[in-house]
Structure formats: C-alpha cells, structure tokens
C-alpha cells in the first residue's frame, strides 16, 4: 500500500506536537512504553502515528470531534493495532 507523503508528514506533525506538549500524556507515555519494551524509535513512531490517522480518518468519516477516551483506549492497546 502507497502512503500519501503529505498525509504522512502531517499526522508525524501532530505526533510531534503531542509528545513536545505532552497533550494527551498517553501520547508520551505510550511512546515511553513502547520503548521500554524493546520496540525502536522509529517504529513506536510509526504504531502511535497509525493509532493518530485512524483518529483522524474516524473525525472525518462520522463528522464528529476527536474522541480522546477511543484515542486513549487504542494507544493503550499498542503494539496491537485496532484493525487487527
């Protein structure tokens, strides 16, 4: 599958603002998890970033604001993946 470079680019901005600011903590938290737990930088970016577009791709297709407890539960279930 093709990723869309501005797509990705955007949602690895929004992980970095959210680790910066700390908003949501679970964010950084589960970043900090993912990294204790032998996984590498680049791929607990990548798992958190999926766990963001999948967020992002819900708002779009309910046409509702971002649910920060969804949000929350699928970080907390990472390494595993909400689709699979």
Known sequence: MKTNPQLRATTM???DNQLRENNPPETKETYERLLAEGHSVAQARELIASIILTEIYEVLKQNQPFNQ???VVALK???RL???
């Open 13 to 15: 901005e929004v992980l």
């Open 69 to 71: 407890e969804r949000f």
């Open 77 to 79: 279930q990472l390494p």
């Open 82 to 84: 909400p689709w699979e």
